[in-house]
């Protein structure tokens, strides 16, 4: 019997529930995760999952579409712990931030976030760029901001003009991803 280590994948997908990552021909963005629910010589059914490790319906497609399938990989596993813990996700904690309208009102709001990790924060720095984490040390120029990647992975500490500082996202959903997969991958150190 000639092996099919691609169709060898999608079996024990199938079998055991497992994440795998499936890119496809004729597009680059083409990529989907979540688990097998059936194949057969042709086609295969595929439980699709969003980003937030969330259901996101079925996909029915030819297996000749795919080109290759990532799989016991860390995005994998990290979406199987999303997959496991998206209630979670569901769950905003209040926060209550005090404005002002200061000058320094960068410094005024990022003050009541100093040393707390239990809540995330995106900083938007000069109109376009986001980055997300915690705030570590703050002054009245300069924060120092610890940055947490897409998948929870730590990307190190930054210091930032706090007057480079436009906008602020606090606890939104991608923020919790964040610091759910952040503190599962701190755990498991």
């Not at 680059?28 to 629910?37: H, K, P, R």
């Not at 109109?127 to 120029?141: I, M, P, R, W, Y």
Request: aromatic residues 12%; negative net charge.
């Amino acid at each position: 019997m000639k092996e099919n280590f691609l169709i060898d994948i999608l079996k024990k997908s199938k079998e055991k529930k497992e994440i795998i990552g499936i890119w496809q021909y004729d597009d680059s963005d083409a990529f989907i995760a979540g688990y097998v629910l059936d194949l057969n010589g042709t086609f295969f059914t595929f439980q699709h999952l969003t980003k937030y490790g969330k259901f996101d319906g079925i996909v029915i497609d030819k297996i000749e579409t795919i080109q290759s399938i990532d799989f016991n990989d860390d995005y994998s596993k990290a979406m199987q712990y999303l997959l496991e813990n998206s209630k979670k996700l569901d769950i905003e904690n209040s926060v209550n931030i005090k404005l002002n309208e200061k000058e320094d009102w960068q410094f005024s709001i990022l003050k009541q976030f100093k040393g707390n990790t239990k809540e995330f924060i995106s900083l938007e720095i000069n109109g376009k760029d986001e980055f997300t984490g915690f705030v570590e040390k703050l002054s009245k120029t300069d924060i120092v901001f610890h940055c947490v990647g897409k998948m929870g992975e730590d990307e190190g500490t930054v210091i930032y003009r706090n007057i480079d500082v436009t906008a602020l996202k606090i606890n939104d959903i991608d923020n919790r991803k964040r610091k759910l997969l952040f503190d599962w991958r701190n755990k498991n150190l």
